[in-house]
């Protein structure tokens, strides 16, 4: 009876006793964020107590070899009581009970690493995209048929909810018990990849396929020079308006050549807010809450000033950057939208934009088109990211594929992320949650993305040098935590410069802490 399949490498493990990214809690997709404030971003720190004497790397292996010890007990123990209690004769893997969504969905640890059953050899992929949902439904069909087209590999699909997606892969990179391949959200692969839970996938990449991706996508998956992961689809973030609206206020439509400046931006909202039908010129989002889109969708507009989140030339500091008078700049007059009444802090309705139609304006992603065009159809209009001194900028990166350090089959699991990777299921997949086509052979047979396309903007922005990663860095979780808090109080009226100092300051201790985050 197979109950639990664990493998360990105490050689790896013990590489990275001192480098142990803090435990975090995975947002959800950028697709998803109607999750409560407080269960959509948590940052978990690690305990801050350090015995007297004691490094804190040595108190950590010293935990570490603790925490061995009582998982084999309690292993051993539960092993023992399932043995004891299972129906004889029985052939039925034990397993943790399942609910349906919005529950989070509890799984049993699968294989970590390939297995070999008879010819075939399984091989453990985690997922965040739940059964019933369009991209988890998606991705179980594109298994099933990559099954059917080879005879080597059967494949162990795991999804996992959003919610407790993270934590389960933190906790099981310490423990040694990752499957083969490993799905993971934009910045959070360098928190993986720092501490070594990753291996890069360069050899398996060919330079003709690497080129058909777009630059974003690499951009994404690269840590210290290193590929690591690769994506179906990229994300885009722009500006949806009413045309209706727009017209009626008598404004310029922007375009990718000539996007607004920060004065004509600013007189758009105060013209659009004067319309009688309109409370507020542009819905922010501010429904979403806390959380990773408050660094997602606003972190361009610090760049678009002049100023970022953390000094991107040693990923050290963010002190006198995060903080620094462009950044401090960009947060005033983001706040003052609030204050002139220009946009809502208060609302958590998610369709001002597109149903009630209170708002002329929407700062949000690609996930929206759907409702949008349904709300407003020939009257929505795509518009590009203003510049507010130093360019347009605008977001980017959404989930992607890696093998994990631990995969005894990285040529079966890359076989299966290659499969995933090909036009037609790059196809599938985007014609099926709207994003944008990860490569660009794809991208000409896309409805949407295509050059005639009611989004192809979003590819023109991720193609140019408007697209910005999020920090590439394993602080990036810190960082995240420490910027969404700061424009939460922003929103609400506390001081731009002590809000964006208290956040620079946390994830400077963050860096500091972790030694740096120092790279072997």
Known sequence: MRILAVARQDRAVSQILCK????????????????????????????????????????????????????????????????????????????LRTTATPTPVITPLPSPVSVQTGQQKIISVWTHNLPGSVEGDVLAATVKEFEQAQSDYKMELVPISPEIYADRVTGSAQSGSLPCVLEFDGPYLYNFAWPGYLQPIDRFVSTELKADFLPSIIAQGTFNGKLYSLGQFDSGLAIYGNRRYLE???????????????????????KLTALPEVEHAIDMKINYGRGEFYTYGFSPILQSFGGDLIDRQTYQQASGVLDGPRSVEAMQHFQSWFEKGWASKSTTLDDEFYESKK?????????????????????????????????????????????????????????????????????????????????????????????TGPLHLFVQQLESDRAVPRPITPAYATISTAFAEAVDNIINGADVKAELSRAAQKIDQDIKEHQGYPIE
């Open 248 to 270: 009626a206020a008598g404004v310029r439509l922007p375009t990718f050549d000539e996007p607004w400046n920060l004065a004509e931006f600013e007189e758009v909202l105060e």
């Open 20 to 95: 142990t990214p803090i435990p975090l809690r995975e947002t959800g997709n950028l697709h998803n964020f109607r999750q409560t404030a407080q269960d959509r971003h948590k940052v978990m720190s690690p305990p801050r107590v350090i015995e007297h004497g004691k490094s804190r790397c040595e108190q950590r292996k010293e935990n570490m070899m603790r925490n061995k010890i009582v998982y084999y007990i309690l292993l051993l123990f539960a092993t023992a009581i399932l043995t004891v209690c299972a129906p004889l004769g029985s052939t039925t893997p034990i397993s």
């Open 359 to 451: 708002a002329a304006l929407s700062w949000v992603g690609h996930w929206m088109y759907n409702p949008h065009a349904r709300g407003l159809g020939p009257d929505l209009v795509l518009l590009p990211m203003p510049d507010f001194g130093f360019g347009p900028k605008t977001g980017m990166g959404s989930w992607s594929w890696g093998i994990t350090s631990n995969c005894q089959d990285p040529a079966g699991a890359w076989a299966f992320i290659e499969y995933l990777l090909s036009p037609q299921e790059i196809l599938r997949m985007t014609d099926a949650n709207g994003a944008v086509p990860a490569r660009r052979s794809v991208r000409a047979q896309s409805r949407l993305y295509g050059e």
